[in-house]
């Protein structure tokens, strides 16, 4: 990811947040890669299928669009190495915003029963 764009997604959660946009945004697209990706951290098996979308719409409940894929990216690219790792690791409140989403991430999935 290019500097000037990780910036661009990391600065209005950084600078205090932009305005809230409405709960449950989230572009059908996005859901059905989380719930495939969850999906397959979880053995690939059909019966996580309602369990993960559950997690993801509770998640959708919580978080604007916008700031899911802040959030995510954030703790998704925090364990990257070098220059290119450095855009996540070390900006002040990264990691507090990483820490966030992966609090409500493991509250849906506890609330959802996703082991």
């Known amino acids: 990811m290019k500097p000037i764009l990780a910036a661009?997604?990391?600065?209005p959660l950084l600078a205090?947040?932009?305005?809230?946009?409405?709960a449950n945004d989230f572009p059908t697209v996005a859901r059905v890669e989380y719930v495939?990706?969850?999906?397959?951290?979880?053995?690939?098996?059909?019966?996580?299928?309602y369990q993960c979308a559950c997690?993801?719409?509770?998640?959708?409940?919580?978080?604007?669009?916008?700031?899911y894929v802040t959030m995510s990216a954030a703790l998704r690219y925090q364990t990257?190495?070098?220059p290119r790792g450095a855009e996540f690791r070390d900006p002040p409140g990264v990691k507090?915003?990483?820490?966030k989403y992966k609090a409500?991430?493991?509250?849906?999935?506890?609330?959802?029963?996703?082991r």
């Open 96 to 99: 507090t915003m990483a820490a």
């Open 55 to 67: 997690v993801i719409d509770r998640v959708g409940a919580q978080l604007a669009y916008d700031d």
């Open 36 to 49: 495939l990706e969850c999906m397959n951290n979880h053995g690939g098996k059909q019966e996580t299928l």
């Open 80 to 82: 990257l190495e070098g």
């Open 16 to 22: 205090g947040g932009a305005p809230a946009a409405p």
């Open 104 to 114: 409500i991430q493991a509250e849906a999935a506890k609330a959802c029963m996703l």
């Open 8 to 11: 661009a997604l990391l600065l």
